[in-house]
């Protein structure tokens, strides 16, 4: 099973942007599409953006097309959550997550989660 890592939270101020990145362990990266969730006290976890096995095909959560951008790079392991025009309402836990093969919304068809990274957007 792969193994996540987030970085690269922070406290930005609102119309800031912010890039996350998740790293992942393991030689089978590619063999998972993988997605972005985000968590805000007393919300539940929230789906935020996925991306396919080779990049090619991405979806994101309600409004956050045009603001967020999810990509990957196959080669560094890598997944990455850049975030412009950032909003308060964005402040939450981050977390990334791998599913096998294909994309999806539902966070229960993931099973390997990072620990998170907070992002907070202050007014």
């Known amino acids: 099973q792969v193994q996540l890592v987030e970085s690269g939270g922070g406290l930005v101020q609102a119309g800031g942007s912010l890039r996350l990145s998740c790293a992942a362990s393991g030689r089978t990266f590619s063999s998972y599409a993988m997605g972005w969730f985000r968590q805000a006290p007393g919300k539940e976890r929230e789906f935020v953006a996925t991306?396919?096995?080779?990049?090619?095909?991405?979806y994101y959560g309600d409004s956050l097309k045009g603001r967020f951008t999810i990509s990957r790079d196959n080669a560094k392991n890598t997944v990455y959550l850049q975030m412009n025009s950032l909003k308060p309402e964005d402040t939450a836990v981050y977390y990334c997550a791998a599913r096998p093969a294909v994309t999806g919304r539902d966070r229960y068809e993931y099973d390997a989660w990072g620990q998170g990274t907070q992002v907070t957007v202050s007014s």
């Open positions: 991306i396919s096995r080779n990049g090619g095909s991405t």
